[in-house]
């Protein structure tokens, strides 16, 4: 299959779909792959890498949508690419759709085969190519947030971890997910006391016995979040809702209930974000302030550490590309249905139903389409 590997355009994106050593496995397996020129230079990965692994150096996307069958992306494709997306095409990226009606219609009328990042699951569920960046996502929260904590950034002055003598900062972790495990993880070897809320009892028990003890966990409710927030530091938004829009569980009328100066990180913000306040940020202004509480809503923190962030998303999206390569995405979907839990869109129909669900429209089962007659793509 022909494989195109296109460079990052979404503003501060500085990762790129395939490392060298990736190239070279598809390469090695008989798969042409092609790379957009400059596509891996924000990860510290040049052209003559790419080369030398097996790919050849393509000028323009254009010339990579004009060919390749199988487009590989980190973020989803931006307006200007729309018009260069071809009908059957496959695209294999973070689509993050429930947060988009404007790309998921775009996509829609493009015909294209749209797999999710997101929502691939595998044998027990999990979402294996969601899972290393927001091991990296979790992480930064808590570095972001001690970050902004810092007077000099507009917050109120307070070090995460404290010191002898002087009580820690109180950090508030929405969610028990990877996302806000690591972001509690971090947070409690920082020295900050840490209070993580989910809504699974079992999942509750897990973390109580794995996580430091200056971490809580305790069961998630609105008068909760609001007995905690006169206290909170800081609050890192980490809930996921499987590939539909995220829920807001901070209002901008529970602000007041702040301490001036206190902080929000909402890594939920490609899903739609988890606070009434939040809007998408980027790496260069990421800060912004409503009512004296401080948002980092950075639409693509990982973003931020491309070379750890890329190398990590290759180990895990290379084994799903070479089962979309080696046998096409009906027989890859239909074969394994945690890869064909990914497929979001395809022949211009909705086939999630948290996509669906989110803007009103029409979702057609996937097992209904595969059953259509189809290219063997």
Known sequence: MQIGVLKEIKTEENRVSMTPSGVEILARTGHRVMIEQGAGLGSGFDDDQYRAAGAEIAA????????????????E???????????GQILF??????????LTRAMLASGAVCIAYETVTDRQGALPLLTPMSEVAGRMAAQEAARCLERTQGGRGVLLGGVPGVEPAVVLVL??????????????????SVYLLDLSLPRLRHLAETLPK??????????????????????????????????????????????????????AIDQGGCFETS???????????????????????????????????????????????????RRAAAEDPGLGAGVNIADGVITWPGVAEAFGLPCTPLAQLLARPGTPA
Not at 60 to 75: D, R, S
Not at 77 to 87: A, F, G
Not at 182 to 187: C, D, L, N, S
């Open 93 to 102: 990226t973070y689509f993050h759709f429930a947060a988009s009606e404007s």
């Open 279 to 329: 809007r998408p940020t980027t790496h260069d202004q990421p800060v912004y302030e409503v009512d004296g509480i401080l948002h980092y809503c950075g639409g693509n923190m990982p973003g931020a550490v491309p070379l750890t962030a890329t190398r990590a998303l290759t180990n895990a999206t290379l084994p799903y590309v070479r089962t979309l390569a080696d046998r096409g995405w």
């Open 60 to 75: 323009t996307p254009a010339a990579i949508y004009a060919q390749a069958e199988l487009v590989l992306h980190v973020k």
């Open 175 to 192: 969610g028990g997910g990877m996302v806000g495990t690591e972001a509690a993880r971090i947070a409690s070897g920082l020295g900050a």
């Open 214 to 267: 200056n971490c809580i966990p305790l069961m998630s409710s609105p008068a909760a979040i609001r007995e905690l927030l006169p206290r909170a530091d800081a609050v890192i938004g980490a809930v996921l809702v499987h590939g539909a829009r995220t829920p807001r569980l901070i209002t901008r009328e529970m602000l007041a209930l702040m301490r001036p100066g206190a902080v929000l990180v909402d890594v």
């Open 77 to 87: 494709p931006q307006p200007r690419e729309y018009p260069l997306i071809r009908p």
